[in-house]
Structure formats: structure tokens, C-alpha cells
């Protein structure tokens, strides 16, 4: 390939031999002088030729192609088209076919310069979605569109009905992202699909939910599956992760119909995971629903969840501050006999709740005064700070 410099010596010999008006022998040189800046390692630089470039429409776009085909220029070039708006289309498939290098920048900057073409750019997309090599990066520039990229939803929906398990998946976040109610049978149906047992079904039900919880009240006809998956069941790989997505999915959708909160509540009596992501849930449908302050504090202090145990003293913490409230943060904070039992993260946010409670909270302040001398240089500067609060 001939390099800038020397086809700027044939671009004058040319000139000067056919009578090429100087006007155009300097555009040309310019555009040139611009492709050759496209390679310049530092990245405002290559913006700035970029854009210059740009400015020239369609003229800039031989520059442009010659570009792509360069190693060093290619991330600028592809900037450039991107910035060429409708004059840049003719040049995606050069661009996109890019995305089979597998280089991490190379990637971005594809997808950036689809995403700022936008709609524009929605028809080719489109068509690369089946593409086994190219439809993961398709859908997920798709998604970053959002809700212009409309026209895609029926190949997107055709990659969830049948595809590979990578495929499926930035399908549906792709569809939960552009937000089209066209897909929510189908991102309702894979969700059903969810075993425990599945991997691949597993995976892509999981993305399904999330993407269902981006439609909210749209997606109520999912609700009936998602509280079945949130019934308990054998203890199985995903099932917790399940849970906890099916919880936020149900408090984004908002259905706060009484059979719903019911089945929630019914669920928060559970154990493990499956109470922690109805309690979750119910913050947001039900906030009036309480569970008992004994209950909160035995889970908050021996449960075997981690997740369970932080959401029962972020519950504690959030109610009005009484005697009973305040004794029980000072348990959590003091934790149990044992201290292999202990758990850090629930002593600071038990000290933490106090502290921010300040003199509602003082009938604790003996109790928390014996912390201060704590083992755990954390706890005991957590004691000290909340003694203060509390006007010890």
C-alpha cells in the first residue's frame, strides 16, 4: 500500500502533468494530511483529525476506507465514520467486520461510533444479529442505541428463540435495554425455563429477568412466573442468584396487587435466600410490612446468609428508634458469645445505625461503652463515635 508521504509526491506530480486546479490539489492534500494523522498515537490528536475529517462529508470517505485498512489508523477512522453521520453508513460493514480482530479498543470504538450514528446505523446492525461470529457485538451495540434500534426486536427475538447460550443472553439485555413490549412473551418464556439444573437455560433466564425488571409495570403479565421461581425449592446451583433477581424484577415491575404481596410475605417466612429477596421485594411493594424485631435479630446475628443478615439490620436501622430497637442494634453490635460467630460487617453496621440515631438510641450507650476496648480496632472506634452520638 502507498504510504501518505509518497502519494503526496504523485498527488503534485499528477497535478502539476494534467493542470489540476490548485484549489483541488489542496484539498486533496489536506484530506491526506488528515488520513495520515488518523494513526496518531495520541488519541486527541487522532480525534481532532477525526473530526476535521469528518467535516469534509462525503468527500472524506476514500480517506476514510484507506484508513480502515491501515492497522495504525484504523481507530481514528472509525471515529471518523461515526462522526460522518448518513455519509459514514456506506462505510459499516468496513467497520463493523473489524469486531472479528477481537481487540478490546477496537471494539469500543465500534461500538461508540454506531451508538453516535444511532438509528442510522440500526439497518446493518440488524442484519449481523444472526451472525455467529459478530451478533454478540451487534446486540449489544443494539441495546446501547436503546429505544431507536425498534427495527431490530424481531431478529433479536429470533437469536432468543434459538441460538447459543453468549447469543441469547446479550439478546435479551439488548431487547430489556431498547424496551419494545414486543419482547416480553418471549423473555417471560425463557425465564420460565429456569430449572437450577440447566446451565444454559439458567443463564439466559437470569438475563431475561433482569431485562423484564427494565419494562416495570409493562411486564405484569411475568408476574405469575417470576413468583414461581421464587418458591422454594431444593437447594441448587443459581437457584440464591435467581431469587434475588426474580426480588428486584418484581419491586421494578410494581405490581403491588394484594395476591402478589401475599405470596411475598408468605415467602419472607422462608429461610435463606428466598426470604432475603422477598423482603427485598416488599421494601418496595409493601414498605408498611414489618418483620418481627426477635426474628430480625436472630437472623441478623446467627443466619447463615450474609445477605440475609445485612438486610435484617438495614431493616432494624430503618425503623423509628425505640428502647426495643436500640437494645437489639446494641446486641448486634456486642454480637454472640462466641466469637468465631462474629461478623464484622454486622457489629459496624449495628454501631453505624446507632450513631445515626444519636440520643433516641441512649439506652444503649452502657452497653455500646464496652466496646470501645474491643478487640477490633474497627468496632472499637465504631463504639466510640456512637457513644458520643448517643450523648454518652
Not at 301 to 312: E, F, I, K, P, T
Not at 366 to 386: F, H, S
Amino acid at each position: 500500500m502507498i504510504g501518505t508521504r509518497n502519494r503526496l509526491v504523485l498527488l503534485s506530480i499528477l497535478a502539476s502533468a494534467l493542470a489540476v486546479p490548485s484549489a483541488l490539489v489542496a484539498q486533496a492534500r489536506e484530506l491526506l494530511e488528515l488520513q495520515s494523522r488518523l494513526a496518531a498515537s495520541d488519541p486527541a490528536l487522532r480525534d481532532a483529525a477525526a473530526t476535521a475529517l469528518a467535516a469534509h462529508g462525503a468527500k472524506a470517505l476514500r480517506y476514510v476506507k484507506d484508513a480502515l485498512g491501515e492497522r495504525d489508523g484504523q481507530l481514528g477512522a472509525i471515529a471518523t465514520v461515526g462522526l460522518l453521520g448518513k455519509d459514514g453508513v456506506p462505510l459499516l460493514p468496513a467497520v463493523t467486520k473489524l469486531w472479528r480482530n477481537e481487540d478490546l479498543a477496537t471494539s469500543e470504538a465500534i461500538r461508540a461510533a454506531c451508538v453516535r450514528l444511532g438509528v442510522l446505523a440500526v439497518p446493518h446492525l440488524t442484519t449481523l444479529v444472526p451472525d455467529h461470529a459478530l451478533g454478540i457485538d451487534a446486540a449489544r451495540t443494539l441495546g446501547e442505541i436503546g429505544a431507536a434500534a425498534t427495527e431490530a426486536v424481531p431478529a433479536l427475538i429470533a437469536v432468543l428463540q434459538k441460538g447459543a447460550a453468549l447469543s441469547q443472553q446479550s439478546a435479551a439485555e439488548a431487547l430489556g435495554e431498547i424496551g419494545d413490549p414486543r419482547a416480553i412473551p418471549t423473555l417471560t418464556r425463557l425465564a420460565s425455563k429456569i430449572s437450577g439444573v440447566d446451565s444454559h437455560a439458567d443463564s439466559v433466564g437470569q438475563s431475561a429477568i433482569a431485562s423484564l425488571a427494565r419494562f416495570g409495570p409493562a411486564a405484569r403479565e411475568a408476574v405469575p412466573v417470576l413468583l414461581d421461581l421464587m418458591t422454594p425449592r431444593p437447594r441448587r446451583p443459581g437457584d440464591s442468584d435467581t431469587r434475588l433477581r426474580v426480588a428486584s424484577a418484581l419491586a421494578a415491575i410494581g405490581d403491588t396487587s394484594q395476591e402478589l404481596v401475599d405470596a411475598l410475605r408468605e415467602l419472607a417466612k422462608q429461610d435463606g435466600e428466598t426470604a432475603a429477596a422477598a423482603l427485598d421485594a416488599l421494601a418496595t411493594l409493601a414498605p408498611d410490612y414489618r418483620v418481627g424485631i426477635d426474628r430480625l435479630r436472630r437472623n441478623a446475628q446467627s443466619h447463615g446468609s450474609v445477605c440475609v443478615r445485612q438486610l435484617a439490620v438495614q431493616e432494624l436501622a430503618s425503623r423509628s428508634i425505640t428502647p426495643e430497637i436500640a437494645d437489639a442494634l446494641a446486641s448486634l453490635a456486642v454480637g454472640p458469645a462466641s466469637k468465631k460467630g462474629r461478623d464484622p460487617a454486622v457489629r459496624l453496621a449495628a454501631l453505624a445505625a446507632l450513631t445515626a440515631a444519636g440520643p433516641a438510641a441512649a439506652s444503649a450507650i452502657a452497653r455500646i461503652r464496652e466496646l470501645t476496648a474491643d478487640e477490633d480496632a474497627a468496632v472499637a472506634a465504631a463504639a466510640v463515635e456512637a457513644v458520643k452520638a448517643m450523648g454518652g
